[in-house]
């Protein structure tokens, strides 16, 4: 009988102990995601606030640049921690940071198709009523018209790239390798 609670006591230590390393592993990739997040983040918010302070200025140029949500953020590392059960062996602390990161990039995701979606919509309306698309500046008819919204965006730009650097800043997160 003692030798089966025994092996049963092995096998349980080295379940946990292989959950663990799969955890870390699995925290290593989200901070990679992060990190590469953050990137795509910060050069898109610097070309974001360009624009949106050139829109505030009347006389400056706006075709040089487009405003450009980063849609192209990632959240797998994250959805696979959740999706395996590996969140049950990270800490609260870490978990809240995280889930308060990958929550608002949904919004911010969330804000951006609708800007997509918003711009697609005033170029077939003027494709429908027969305007040649070609002399049409989208450019600075999209930004004169949503350019509350561009703010608003950039604005969550900024919270979101806080909330990534406070994700990477919490629990091991910082210092993992």
Known sequence: M?????ALAVSEWQEDRHDRERTEAALVNVRAELEGNLQILEIVHSNNVALVDR???ETAELSQNQFLPALQISDSAWTTLKNTGLA?????ELMEALSETYSLMEVYRRAGYSLVDANMTVLATATAAGQDIAKIDDTSLFAINFVKFFELI????SALMDSHKSALASTGLADAD
């Not at 003692?2 to 025994?6: Q, R």
């Not at 950039?154 to 730009?157: F, G, I, L, P, S």
């Open 88 to 92: 049950n062996f990270v800490d609260l």
């Open 55 to 57: 829109v505030a200025d």
């Open 2 to 6: 003692l030798g089966v609670l025994l």
């Open 154 to 157: 950039v604005d969550v730009e």
